[in-house]
């Protein structure tokens, strides 16, 4: 067993830029928070942007391709990623933790594997510190990791590699999906001359929380109900579960309601903007204003309009602690209201986007839970991968051709 601090070139978290959230105008240089950093995925959902000068106070913790992001604070600590390609020039706030291995002695994937297999643990000492829900840099440092052979680690982490390209694939290709989607919603936005206001579109519903006092309120496998935080836990367009259920006495002991599938979610506070798409009934807590899209409207446009408009929607907002957009401004907010034919030919294009995306996060799904089963038993050696074939590098491959 070693250390990882006698693995690894660096071990450090990043500070928040001066002026705090004030300084996130814009600029070339990408700022990670932990929002950013889901488990095993990074998302650029909610990515702050920040100037030359500021970016400059932040040199020393620049990313680089083949570092580890580990959340270190907060209600996500211990959610671990790989650095994704296409982030240049980016910097960490204090929130999150750059690991970088040295790769000729500890592989990448093989360090993500085991902090992810040690994720119980590492949440256990984060809710005992002195600080609530902390990692500190001197107790990542001394986390003790078994260190095979490095064509060993590669062996042990082929497998999950694997899967995090089939992953990342169907992530990439749900992009593309929604991309195209937006481009022509945004198409069809321009050609529409009539105006109105969101609760034209459909009816608003916000949410209720059961009291927390009530164990026999929340349960693993009952009514679903929605929190913000789990949809900052994932960037799937589609939801049919939260963390936590509701009980049927917990939902007629407050004013949360059941929706159809189909509606559409949008946090309105803690923070504003999430969207998603129920794909079963589902209910919500009270940080949602959410959209049962009206008939002759459909899903797709409602999902969106929200989606293009979140930040705008945000401004509506107010609040000391944090912005909450209230259910008032959520319906009066303008929306442009296409027509029957209109609204019909989008649904008609959108609809087959938005199911393919939907078979491509069920898809997801069923690899994480292939991933998930074989974690342990690749880390505790249950699963002999000895007779693993590594793939030949480039370089030689090429050699070996030419010669």
């Keep these: 067993m070693t250390c990882l601090k006698k693995l690894c070139f660096k071990i450090g978290s990043g ?16 700022l990670i928070r932990s ?27 620049r990313i680089q391709s083949g570092d580890i992001l580990l959340n270190i604070t907060g209600d996500s600590v211990a959610r671990a990623c ?8 980016a910097r960490v706030n204090q929130h999150v933790c750059i690991i970088r291995p040295d790769l000729e002695r500890l592989d990448n994937v093989y360090l993500l594997m085991f902090l992810e297999n040690k994720k119980s643990e590492l949440l256990q000492i984060a809710s005992s510190g002195a600080t609530r829900n902390a ?27 694997n899967i995090n390209l089939q992953i990342d694939n169907l992530n990439k290709a749900n992009g593309h999906l929604l991309d195209m989607l937006m481009i022509g919603y945004r198409q069809l936005v321009a050609s529409i001359g009539s105006y109105g206001y969101i609760e034209d579109l459909g009816t ?34 589609f939801i049919a579960h939260g963390a936590t259920d509701i009980t049927d006495e917990g939902y007629r002991s407050c004013s949360t309601k059941l929706m159809p599938a189909g509606s559409v979610l949008f946090s309105s506070r803690a923070p504003v903007g999430y969207v998603a798409i129920s794909s079963k009934e589902v ?23 929200l989606k293009d408009n979140a930040k705008e929607i ?9 912005t909450e957009v209230s259910g008032k401004a959520m319906k009066n907010f303008s929306a442009p209201i296409p027509s ?42 249950e699963i002999d991968v000895s007779k693993v074939e590594l793939p030949t590098p480039p370089e030689q491959a090429q050699t070996s051709t030419n010669g």
């Design 283 to 305: 209910c919500t807590n009270q940080g949602f204003k959410s959209v049962v899209p009206f008939d002759d409207i459909g899903m797709a446009f409602v999902f969106c309009f």
């Design 15 to 30: 500070a928040t830029p001066r002026g705090g959230k004030d300084s996130y105008q814009g600029g070339d240089y990408a």
């Design 314 to 322: 945000e401004k509506t907002g107010s609040g000391t602690t944090f």
């Design 35 to 61: 929002q950013n950093v889901l488990d095993w995925e990074f998302t650029r959902n909610g990515l702050a942007y920040i100037n030359d000068e500021q970016a400059s106070r932040l040199d020393a913790v």
């Design 82 to 89: 790989l650095v994704p390609t296409g982030i240049h020039k």
């Design 204 to 237: 608003v519903i916000g949410g209720a929380t059961p009291s927390k006092k009530r164990t026999d309120f929340f349960t693993s496998a009952g009514i679903s109900w929605i929190t913000p935080r789990d949809l900052s836990n994932s960037s799937n367009v």
């Design 340 to 381: 029957d034919k209109q609204a019909q030919q989008f649904g008609s294009y959108a609809e087959p986007l938005l199911a393919a995306i939907q078979n491509n996060e069920n898809e997801i799904m069923r690899l994480e839970q292939i991933r998930d089963t074989l974690l342990p038993k690749l880390m505790s050696g």
């Design 135 to 161: 990692l500190t840099k001197g107790f990542i440092e001394s986390l003790e990791i078994q260190v095979p052979p490095i064509d060993d680690q590669l062996k042990i982490a082929t497998p999950i590699r």
